[in-house]
């Protein structure tokens, strides 16, 4: 019984260990070596390479712009996704057709949907001219806002769906039981819906914060991190460190391990903010 | 409960929704300056997709093959994992659960910089392969999870007497609770087929030969044509041909996909 268990389990624990143990280990070894892209290993030389990461120039705007992306995009997200769900939530032909409309761009890769911004948004090709904005993606705010507009387009449906399957997880005598005690429908939201939505509304929380904080695509195809690189996010300048311009894989790697420490920080947060609040 | 304006304000937003990709349909066979497409409608962007390089059909066939050996290596791999998983007690199971949902904290950039290296290493660097079994570790988590809850919800008894009956467990896992799990596999399947034909960051750093990419890499780099004039039209039928499959599978598996949610959130 034993052995037949792992004999099964044995393609998942080989995937496991060669593809993300292994690379783990190396990109820690990484981080505190003197690594090229073209010269390879060459030795040993903590802490340099978090040194550099941290005096690059680049480096504290990319995490200014990589945070106040993250806040400006879940904050959007996730009340358009609330209003949207709470819209579609009884099932009729209506809502059916709705849910759909806003659910097809999710089927989209993140790649595909910039592309479409891109010649969206593109003075030669934008059908957007009445909307009297002259340039979408010219100036650090507009390339930001224009980058939003796109990934709240791509997600909203996305969230709309998770949130949905909380809605539906609230028994309706929980509702009848408000509109007996008089309640209307703003205190019902706000005293009913919210409360009972939080474990959800916190999953799509922590899932919308590790995805913008990720971001790169969007970025890597919309603006290419300008104008004047104010739209460098810190994926995309760990990608920068690696493969474009420094090749420098040691400090690529240093930078990684720095988000990868952020991450697991940002994520304990919410968990445990989330169990305050419930316990 | 819908009365008339709320259909309005509900369907116009509906319509702010589709409105990106019936303009991107729309203007890739439209008459526009700077485009393969200049007089009338027709299909001239496409031609120029068609002529690009190694050619739109080179690339259809690259995302193609990566997708359908991701989408193959992950149910194979999910569907025994998640047998063993559900079915079975062995030492460091819980470790091995728990190590493979990890995979989901680590992000993208920090996996693909040793990756780099490590399939130079194993000669899969710059490999469809090598990229498919990538992408596949990316998708275990949620496919182990998804097959485990699948095959814990198959009833006990049902392997139990396919044993009695003299079945070996791979057996009754061929022909007994596959057709229990089937659709946990579907849903498998179609969310690493998105992923994988729609994956851009691995491939740019994995693939480096510009015969070997996938066609969202493939459209991007069409933009930066010469004398930085992009076309446009041949953008918009890129995003076209790159939409297509995942719209028309969406929607045929729309249930499915909904699924995968309904599981996720539940446990999570």
Same mark, same amino acid.
């Not at chain 1, 445990?272 to 419930?278: M, Q, S």
């Not at chain 2, 063993?84 to 950039?109: E, K, S």
């Given at each position: ?55 690059? *120039? ?30 579609? +939530? ?99 939201? *706000? ?26 695509? +969007? ?16 994926? +995309? ?32 947060? +919410? ?9 | ?13 509906? =319509?702010?929704? =589709? ?61 025994? !994992? ?21 995979? =989901? ?34 998708? =275990? ?118 699924? !995968? ?8």
């Amino acid at each position: 019984m034993k052995f037949k268990g792992w004999a099964y389990a044995a393609p998942t624990a080989l995937f496991v260990l060669i593809f993300f143990v292994v690379p783990i280990a190396i990109v820690a070894r990484m981080s505190v070596s003197d690594w090229r892209l073209l010269t390879g290993n060459r030795g040993f030389n903590a802490p340099e390479n978090f040194s550099d990461v941290l005096g690059d *120039r680049l480096f504290w705007p990319a995490v200014w712009f990589t945070v106040k992306y993250t806040v400006v995009t879940t904050v959007i997200l996730l009340a358009l996704a609330l209003l949207m769900a709470l819209i579609v +939530q009884e099932s009729s032909r209506w809502t059916g057709f709705l849910r759909t409309s806003f659910l097809v761009p999710s089927a989209l890769g993140l790649a595909s949907a910039s592309l479409l911004f891109y010649a969206l948004y593109s003075p030669q090709s934008t059908p957007l001219e009445f909307l009297g904005i002259e340039s979408f993606l010219g100036t650090p705010n507009a390339a930001l806002w224009s980058t939003v507009v796109l990934i709240v387009w791509r997600f909203a449906g996305f969230y709309m769906l998770l949130l949905l399957v909380g809605l539906q997880a609230i028994p309706g005598d929980v509702y009848e039981a408000a509109r007996l005690d008089g309640a209307g429908r703003w205190q019902t939201f *706000r005293h009913v819906t919210v409360p009972l939505l939080r474990s959800s509304l916190a999953m799509c929380a922590i899932l919308c914060v590790t995805g913008s904080m990720l971001a790169f695509d +969007q970025f890597y195809i919309l603006t290419k991190g300008g104008p004047d690189n104010s739209t460098i996010t810190v994926v +995309q300048l760990i990608y920068n460190m690696a493969f474009y311009g420094q090749n420098n894989l040691g400090r690529a790697a240093a930078l990684s391990i720095l988000v990868l420490a952020a991450l697991l920080i940002v994520n304990v947060l +919410q968990f445990r903010g989330l169990r305050d609040k419930e316990g | 409960m819908f009365r008339t304006p709320q259909r309005v304000l509900t369907g116009g937003l509906a =319509l702010l929704f =589709l409105f990106p990709l019936v303009w991107a349909s729309l203007a890739s066979v439209s008459p526009q300056a700077g485009t393969a497409q200049i007089d009338g409608w027709g299909f001239g962007n496409y031609r120029t997709l068609i002529d690009y390089q190694a050619g739109v059909g080179q690339y259809l066939l690259n995302s193609t093959l990566v997708s359908l050996m991701t989408v193959v290596f992950t149910l194979v791999v999910s569907l025994l !994992g998640g047998y063993a998983f559900a079915m079975f007690r062995f030492p460091g199971r819980d470790a091995l659960f728990l190590l493979t949902l990890a995979i =989901l904290m680590v992000p993208y950039a920090t996996l693909l910089i040793p990756l780099y290296v490590l399939l130079t290493e194993l000669g899969l660097q710059n490999s469809l392969i090598g990229l498919s079994l990538v992408l596949t570790m990316f998708q =275990l988590p949620f496919a182990t999870f998804m097959m485990r809850i699948s095959f814990e919800a198959v009833p006990k008894d049902l392997p139990e007497s396919a044993l009695v009956d003299g079945c070996g467990s791979f057996r009754a896992l061929l022909y007994i609770l596959v057709p229990a799990v089937k659709p946990g596999l579907i849903t498998v399947g179609l969310f690493a087929f998105l992923a994988a034909w729609n994956d851009f960051i691995t491939p740019l750093v994995l693939i480096s030969d510009s015969e070997k990419l996938p066609l969202p890499l493939a459209v991007a780099n069409m933009r930066q044509q010469v004398m930085g004039i992009v076309d446009f039209g041949a953008t918009e039928a890129g995003v076209v041909v790159l939409a297509f499959p995942c719209i028309v599978l969406f929607l045929i598996l729309q249930r499915h996909y909904v699924r !995968g949610f309904m599981s996720g959130a539940l446990k999570g």
